[in-house]
């Protein structure tokens, strides 16, 4: 069973990698967040670009992010954040 994501920056950018896909360095919410899941093997990195891993996805899924996901039209990373925020 994966280890759970309870450091805030690395689960904000989990959350932005689950809804937007591979991210560009530029654009990512927090490097420091980006370290923390990479150690866990939750994401990789290479070439400008960070992605989730297999193990990333199946943690997403654990915390039921996929629900948000798979209802109503696309959810930019920005709202999903915020409605995860909001139920905790």
């Known amino acids: 069973m994966p280890t759970a994501v309870e450091n805030d920056l690395a ?3 989990m959350c ?3 809804f937007d896909g591979p ?3 530029g654009n990512l919410a927090s ?3 980006r370290d923390v899941l990479v150690d866990l093997g939750y994401a990789e990195r290479g ?4 992605w989730l891993t297999r ?3 199946e943690q997403a899924v654990m915390l039921t992010w996929d629900r948000m996901k798979s ?3 696309r959810m930019s990373a920005g709202e999903a954040w915020r ?3 909001a139920g905790s």
Do not use: A, M, N
């Open 11 to 13: 689960k904000e950018t």
């Open 16 to 18: 932005q990698l689950f």
């Open 23 to 25: 991210t560009w360095d």
């Open 31 to 33: 490097k420091t967040g």
């Open 47 to 50: 070439h400008g670009l960070q």
């Open 55 to 57: 193990e990333g996805i």
């Open 71 to 73: 209802s109503g039209p």
């Open 83 to 85: 409605r995860v925020t």
